[in-house]
Structure formats: structure tokens, C-alpha cells
């Protein structure tokens, strides 16, 4: 049974650093493409970051690039996002997916097929 689990959201002030962990089960991660997704308040979610099938490479969306790093540890099966020069606006709760019929990821979430059930992170002073 594909799971995946969130953990690592919290409060922390801004210019903060904080890293969200995926841990997932029944399947292996390296197989798939896994994706971070964030859903502020009366907001879309939108797809923060996302890193391909074995090793093809990861993408991120313009307003985190140089402050996000996606990255995955095949043997805890996890995946990571490492969060720096945390801002207000990404306050929001933090979701990874798994798009397992992609070798490419992508920042679409209508391309994955299981998710998460979020973790909060809070970015206030």
C-alpha cells in the first residue's frame, strides 16, 4: 500500500531555516518522481519543488529557487526539503506526491497519484 507521511512542519521566524521530511512506504521512492506541494489559506496549492525518477534532476518554482533544496536518501527511502530564508508567504501546509508512470517530474499536481496528508509550516515573528 503506497504511504506517504509528512513531518518536520513548525512555527519559526522569518529568515528561519526548517526541513520537511516524506517518508514513504510501498514502493521505492528512487522508482518514482516525488513532488512538494504547499496550500496556504484560501489559496491553490502549488508546487514548490519536485525531483525526477533516479537521479534526472529536480525542479523548483521561481519564488524558492536558491532558498529550497529538494533531495531524497534512497536508503531511508525519504525525501527531503530543506528550507532556508524562510518568508511569511511560505507559510502554508507542505505536501508530498508520488507520480509513479513518470521517469520526469513535474510541478503539476494533477500528474500525481498519491499524496500525503501535509505538514503545517508557520513563518511569523
Known amino acids: 500500500q503506497v504511504q506517504l507521511v509528512e513531518s518536520g512542519g513548525s512555527l519559526v521566524r522569518p529568515g528561519g531555516s526548517l526541513t520537511l521530511s516524506c517518508a514513504a512506504s510501498?514502493?521505492?521512492?528512487?522508482?518514482?518522481?516525488i513532488g512538494w506541494f504547499r496550500q496556504a489559506p484560501g489559496k491553490s496549492r502549488e508546487g514548490v519543488t519536485c525531483i525526477s525518477r533516479r537521479g534526472r534532476g529536480a525542479e523548483y518554482v521561481d519564488s524558492v529557487k536558491g532558498r529550497f533544496t529538494i533531495t531524497r536518501d534512497d536508503a531511508e527511502n525519504t525525501v527531503y526539503l530543506l528550507m532556508n530564508s524562510l518568508t511569511p508567504e511560505d507559510t502554508a501546509t507542505y505536501y508530498c506526491?508520488?507520480?509513479?508512470?513518470?521517469?520526469?517530474?513535474?510541478?503539476?499536481?494533477?500528474?500525481?497519484?498519491?499524496w500525503g496528508q501535509g505538514t503545517q509550516v508557520t513563518v511569523s515573528a
Open positions: 506526491a508520488v507520480d509513479n508512470r513518470r521517469d520526469w517530474c513535474s510541478l503539476h499536481r494533477n500528474e500525481y497519484d498519491y
Open positions: 510501498g514502493f521505492t521512492a528512487a522508482d518514482t518522481a
